[in-house]
């Protein structure tokens, strides 16, 4: 079994940063591409940043610039820097990612942390 459990999320002011945390656990071979989507409510989940295995990255235009994704993959986690946050921003974040377990390459959530921008 795989779990992706994240951390980090909370209430910031508009301008604030923080950082998320997600750690990949359980029975796997290895952790391929690496995610971040979000869900605001009423809307659909996005694609936030995806950084693969070796450390390609790539970032929804709303973010570049302000996000920023990285990964250690000695320790299976992966982090999303959130800097200059806006009311936008303000949504549940999870986490995602392609574990090969079993020889077989499969998709994994984590549960969600919510993100929300106020003053």
């Known amino acids: 079994q795989v779990q992706l459990v994240e951390s980090g999320g909370g209430l910031v002011q508009p301008g604030g940063s923080l950082r998320l945390s997600c750690i990949v656990s359980g029975s796997f071979f290895v952790v391929n591409t690496m995610a971040w989507y979000r869900q605001a409510p009423g809307k659909q989940r996005e694609l936030v940043a995806t950084?693969?295995?070796?450390?390609?990255?790539t970032y929804a235009d709303s973010v570049k610039g302000r996000f920023t994704i990285s990964r250690d993959n000695a320790k299976n986690t992966e982090y999303l820097q959130l800097n200059s946050l806006e009311p936008e921003d303000t949504a549940v974040y999870f986490c995602?990612?392609?574990?090969?377990?079993?020889?077989?390459?499969?998709?994994?959530w984590g549960q969600g942390t919510q993100v929300t921008v106020s003053s």
């Open positions: 995602n990612a392609y574990v090969v377990a079993r020889g077989r390459d499969f998709r994994y």
């Open positions: 950084i693969t295995s070796s450390g390609t990255t």
